[in-house]
């Protein structure tokens, strides 16, 4: 009996004192944007469907918003998701280089330089034909404005040229499968299951794409405390939302603002996805204990292991003391 409560409160102090330790250690959007050579892009990201077999123009308007003339080049890229699952496209800026897949920059016709007086907006024709034999799916490219005589294959860097995405959906066999990589509760960066207070609490939802189309997740979270509900907040609700491509993870942070200095808590979320209104679930649970209770409850615990186990060996030798000491008279 005295074996299997010590085991358990051994496996107590183990368990306190590593969630301890773990809790101690520390798109775009759709309206116009400016660049740092002075430009101004509308609108910076353009959805749209195009059947195989047909062409649709997309009009980008761009602006010098500087006091001096502009002579910029328009150049066509693909783009990738980056890596760190933000949501930020990762441009392939190398004129030679296409996207290993979902590429548009070939479907897309070459588009002559434009001038540009101080002030003055002029607005550029990007014209994609999709072949017929085209599958279906999802190809997003960006069309880029840069100093003329720049090198193409060159990394410029965003702060030295401007864009606007385009996303285009291809029907035809897509494949929407959109899946709930993780949801789980951090703090910065480290995901935990104990807090030793309320502050900075975030909850994490991660979507990863294994179809072959771009897909906008929406959808709500739910912080409950048993069965009360403490605060609701939809992800992804931007205008547009954001954008999962295929072939990555992309992830989406809330704030919870509602949680308490104590207290066990689950974190519920329900999302849909694709042309059919696919549903995806998904739940987490974490604690918030302040650090005194922490401390308090382990110290406590070792209090009742010295009484179990030690104090009972202290008391043993002592008596063997004394007979010893007795029977030598």
């Known amino acids: ?50 059947n195989p077999g047909q062409t649709q123009t997309v009009s980008v308007t761009v602006q010098n918003v500087t006091s001096a003339p502009a002579s910029l080049q328009v150049l066509i890229n693909d783009f990738v998701a980056g890596a760190d ?6 441009l ?11 590429s548009l920059k070939r479907y897309v016709a070459p588009i002559p330089d434009i001038t540009l007086q101080p002030n003055e907006q002029k607005v550029v024709k990007v ?6 034999n085209v599958a279906g799916g999802g190809y997003y490219g960006a069309v880029r404005f840069a100093p003329a005589g720049t090198t193409p294959d060159k990394n410029v860097t965003l702060s030295a040229s401007v864009g606007s995405l385009i996303l285009v959906r291809v029907p035809g066999d897509v494949k929407d499968d959109l899946r709930l990589a993780s949801l789980d509760v951090r703090k910065g960066n480290s995901v935990r299951v104990l807090f030793t207070d309320n502050k900075g609490i975030k909850a994490a939802v991660r979507f990863e794409n294994k179809g072959n189309v771009q897909e906008q997740p929406f959808g709500k979270l739910l912080l409950k405390k048993g069965g009360k509900t403490l605060q609701s907040i939809e992800i992804n609700n931007t205008d547009p939302r954001g954008n999962v491509l295929p072939d990555s993870i992309r992830k989406f942070e809330v704030n919870l603002d509602k949680v308490g200095s104590f207290g066990k808590y689950t974190v519920q979320g329900n999302f849909g996805y ?5 549903l995806l679930s998904g739940q987490t649970t974490f604690y918030v204990v302040p650090l005194a209770v922490v401390v308090l409850a382990v110290l406590v615990i070792l ?27």
């Open 1 to 50: 009996m005295i074996k299997r409560r010590l085991s358990a409160l051994l496996a107590s102090v183990v368990l306190i004192v590593a969630m301890a330790s773990s809790s101690l250690v520390p798109a775009l959007a759709a309206t116009s944007s400016v660049g740092g050579n002075g430009l101004k892009i509308s609108p910076v990201r353009t959805d749209i469907t195009i």
């Open 85 to 90: 699952e933000s949501g930020q496209p990762s």
């Open 92 to 102: 392939l800026l190398d004129a030679t280089k296409y996207a290993p897949s979902h």
């Open 127 to 132: 014209e994609i034909s999709i072949p017929t």
């Open 274 to 278: 694709g042309t059919a209104g696919q």
């Open 303 to 329: 209090a009742i292991l010295f009484f179990i186990v030690v104090f009972p060996k202290m008391v043993r030798n002592y008596n063997r003391s004394v007979v010893r000491k007795a029977s030598r008279r």
